[in-house]
């Protein structure tokens, strides 16, 4: 079992960067793969990004490569997501999620655990 809660979300300006943290409880993580997600009103929820926990090997989709970065930190059981350059379409609720594999996956469907999401607004 993984509980995951989300943090650092909040209102920012185009052009500004936020980090969102995702504090995992579980007793090992090493077998595991975390994503990031997001979800704007009345649209899908939609692929971020992934980290892999025990090789670190990370994957993005398109909309944020070379914008967003996920890392993690080991003793602290925490990922991360730093968002830079932010845009207005970047508006959504963000959630993290675990995958029990070592493998990295792209869809909601992949993903076992979720958090309660964190509200990122960005204004224009």
């Known amino acids: 079992q993984v509980q995951l809660v989300e943090s650092g979300g909040g209102l920012v300006q185009a052009g500004g960067s936020l980090r969102l943290s995702c504090a995992a409880s579980a007793r090992t993580l090493i077998t595991y793969t975390m994503g990031w997600f997001r979800q704007a009103p009345v649209k899908e929820r939609e692929f971020v990004g992934a980290i892999t926990w025990s090789g670190g090997t990370t994957f993005y989709a398109d909309s944020v490569k070379g914008r967003f970065t996920i890392s993690r930190d080991i003793a602290k059981k925490t990922v991360y997501l730093q968002m830079n350059s932010l845009k207005p379409e970047d508006t959504a609720i963000y959630y993290c999620?675990?995958?029990?594999?070592?493998?990295?996956?792209?869809?909601?469907?992949?993903?076992?655990?979720w958090g309660q999401g964190t509200q990122v607004t960005v204004s224009s």
């Open positions: 999620a675990a995958r029990p594999a070592i493998v990295l996956g792209t869809s909601v469907n992949d993903y076992a655990y």
